[in-house]
């Protein structure tokens, strides 16, 4: 039997929708879009509901833009055609060159762990669209793991100084899976802020980005999940001009023989990763928080912990496998106590 798990993040303390400021009601608008095969809400405080409802509009055509443009499942996108085709190169523009210059910075942090091109791992595990569904999964033998293993390796990822991205041989393929929907989200932000939204919330469930607070100056506040037990929380973080990434093994698995596997991969062993269950970051946008939750649930927790700490803009909350919470020097987080 496979199950999907979505991960859910509790948004906290958000009844009133309306207030009141400088003499001016003050009203939440939110609409939602599927896109990036999930739910994405956008929300957005204002005193003018007519220009805030443009302004999202823009946002999700921002959001929809990217996911068209690069997205690996998306048909007719730039790495679909890529994948999908004999022909292994594609020409990059400035953006497309900005988004692999941050995979490859994650990919040499993680000491190589993070990979982009993790896709044949996957699909032998059943992490498909196609297989994800079936009843009669079966445990991959050593040796499907090892074959599969040699097409999986972003060294051979090269882009040169034009701009064109190749894929060598053995390598087939790459997966925008890990973080791609923070990038999307973090440009809906900056579209918001540029049509001067002053109090906003985005949120794809994994991935969120929030501009200023909510009104009367109160931070977003949100809950996050118990790894073990999904409808419970294990503390509430609140956020005021931030992104947060949560990456966590209870968010998509597959369950063969009664037990249960889920698909942040080690690409060396070919197995799901054993020693976390949970990795939540904050930083200053969606896109390095999303590709850093998956980059920090390969690393070993204490070189996670000691680069946080070494860098101003990040923070990072960690539930390991025998759900003890190891948190950065600057993580802050209410404790929900049962």
């Known amino acids: ?15 009133s929708v309306f207030f009141i400021s400088c003499g001016k009601e003050v009203e939440k608008i939110e609409e939602s ?22 302004s999202i509009e823009k946002a999700f055509n921002e959001i929809q833009r990217i ?71 079966k445990l991959p033998t050593k040796e499907e793991i090892e074959f599969t293993k040699t097409f999986v ?26 973080f791609l929907k923070g990038y999307a989200i973090s440009k809906a932000k900056e579209i918001l802020k540029a049509d001067g ?10 991935s969120i980005e929030v501009i200023g607070t909510k009104p009367e100056n109160k931070p977003w506040k949100i809950g996050l999940q118990n790894p073990e037990n999904p409808s419970d929380m294990i503390g509430i973080v609140p956020l005021k001009d931030r992104a947060m990434g949560v990456s966590g093994d209870y968010q998509t698995y597959v369950e063969i023989d009664g037990k249960i596997y889920h698909h942040i991969l080690d690409k060396d062993t070919g197995y799901p990763i054993a020693d976390k269950k949970m990795v939540v970051v904050l930083c200053d946008n969606a896109f390095d928080a999303d590709l850093l939750s998956t980059t920090f649930f ?8 000691s680069y946080v700490d070494s860098r101003k803009d990040l923070d990072v909350l ?12 600057n993580f802050k987080y209410e404790e929900v106590k049962k």
């Open 1 to 15: 039997m496979r199950k999907k798990n979505k991960i859910i993040i509790f948004i906290l303390s958000m009844l």
């Open 33 to 54: 879009k599927f896109l990036f095969g999930t739910y994405i809400k956008i929300i957005v405080y204002s005193d003018n509901k007519e220009k805030a409802m443009q």
């Open 67 to 137: 996911d068209e443009k690069y997205n690996s499942k998306s048909e007719g996108s730039l790495i679909y055609n890529l994948n999908n085709s004999d022909n292994k190169s594609i020409k990059l523009d400035e953006e497309g060159i900005k988004l692999f210059e941050g995979v490859k910075k994650a990919y040499e942090l993680s000491e190589h762990k993070y990979d982009i091109t993790i896709a044949p791992l996957l699909e032998l595990w059943g992490f498909t669209d196609e297989t994800i569904e079936l009843p009669d999964l």
């Open 153 to 178: 390796d972003f060294d051979k990822v090269k882009i040169s100084d034009d701009g064109t991205l190749t894929i060598e041989s053995p390598v087939k393929e790459i997966d925008t899976g890990s």
């Open 197 to 206: 939204i002053k109090n906003a919330f985005i949120t794809s469930i994994s």
């Open 298 to 305: 390969l690393m070993p927790i204490d070189k996670v912990i």
């Open 318 to 329: 960690i539930v390991d496998k025998d759900m003890n919470i190891i948190t950065s020097k």
